[in-house]
């Protein structure tokens, strides 16, 4: 099907719910451990064509400035122009245009992530938790999604070298989401 096609299509908008939702990182540390921290602040709609599923338009931001690791001194100096610079680069966002690959519960969503000011694109191994009715009335829909990127791609390039060998910071990066989102 066209994109002209899925445009005449019933459109619906979905909001993500920040309450119910998590964007969580995992990055190897000194070689040998992982380090895992997520991010608070999460914004964004995602438009559905409910006849065809193939196509939705998504668009997320999150406040780089809401890192955390459980570790403050290191969320710190990831907030710090060493890392996610917050001052100049305060929002992570995600865009998606194109049609998504699959049927069913589990698809591949194809999007442009920003980070850093750098963008690049990336492919969203997603699935399709559930859809409901909450006790007030709103219609919920549930998504998973992983992905893995090169933090290197996006210019996040500080690194310690080990005295043994290797660095102190990993650069792949493990992304998962977990979103809620509540139909406008």
Do not use: C, Y
């Given at each position: 099907?066209?994109?002209?096609?899925a445009?005449t299509?019933?459109?619906?908008?979905?909001?993500?719910d920040?309450?119910?939702?998590?964007?969580?990182?995992?990055?190897?540390?000194?070689?040998?451990?992982?380090?895992?921290?997520?991010?608070?602040?999460v914004?964004?709609?995602?438009?559905?064509d409910?006849?065809?599923?193939a196509?939705a338009?998504?668009?997320?931001?999150?406040?780089?400035?809401?890192?955390?690791?459980?570790?403050?001194?290191?969320?710190?100096?990831?907030?710090?122009?060493?890392?996610?610079?917050?001052?100049?680069?305060?929002?992570?966002?995600?865009?998606?245009?194109?049609?998504?690959?699959?049927r069913?519960?589990?698809?591949?969503?194809?999007?442009?992530?920003t980070?850093?000011?750098?963008t690049k694109?990336v492919?969203?191994a997603?699935n399709?938790?559930?859809r409901?009715?909450?006790?007030?009335?709103?219609?919920?829909l549930?998504?998973?999604?992983?992905?893995k990127?090169?933090?290197?791609?996006?210019?996040?390039t500080?690194?310690?070298?080990?005295?043994?060998?290797?660095?102190?910071?990993?650069?792949?990066?493990?992304?998962?989401?977990?979103?809620?989102?509540?139909?406008?």
């Amino acid at each position: 099907m066209s994109t002209a096609a899925a445009a005449t299509h019933a459109r619906t908008t979905w909001t993500i719910d920040p309450a119910h939702s998590l964007i969580e990182f995992a990055v190897r540390h000194l070689m040998i451990t992982t380090v895992k921290g997520r991010f608070a602040g999460v914004e964004g709609t995602v438009q559905l064509d409910e006849a065809d599923p193939a196509f939705a338009d998504v668009d997320v931001r999150i406040d780089a400035a809401t890192i955390d690791t459980r570790e403050p001194q290191r969320d710190t100096h990831l907030r710090s122009a060493d890392f996610f610079d917050v001052e100049r680069f305060p929002h992570i966002t995600f865009t998606a245009k194109r049609p998504i690959a699959g049927r069913g519960g589990a698809f591949t969503l194809a999007g442009d992530l920003t980070v850093h000011g750098v963008t690049k694109p990336v492919v969203l191994a997603v699935n399709e938790e559930g859809r409901g009715k909450d006790p007030w009335g709103g219609e919920r829909l549930g998504f998973s999604a992983t992905t893995k990127i090169k933090r290197s791609e996006f210019g996040l390039t500080w690194n310690q070298a080990l005295e043994a060998g290797g660095v102190l910071v990993g650069d792949e990066i493990k992304i998962s989401l977990d979103l809620e989102l509540l139909k406008s």
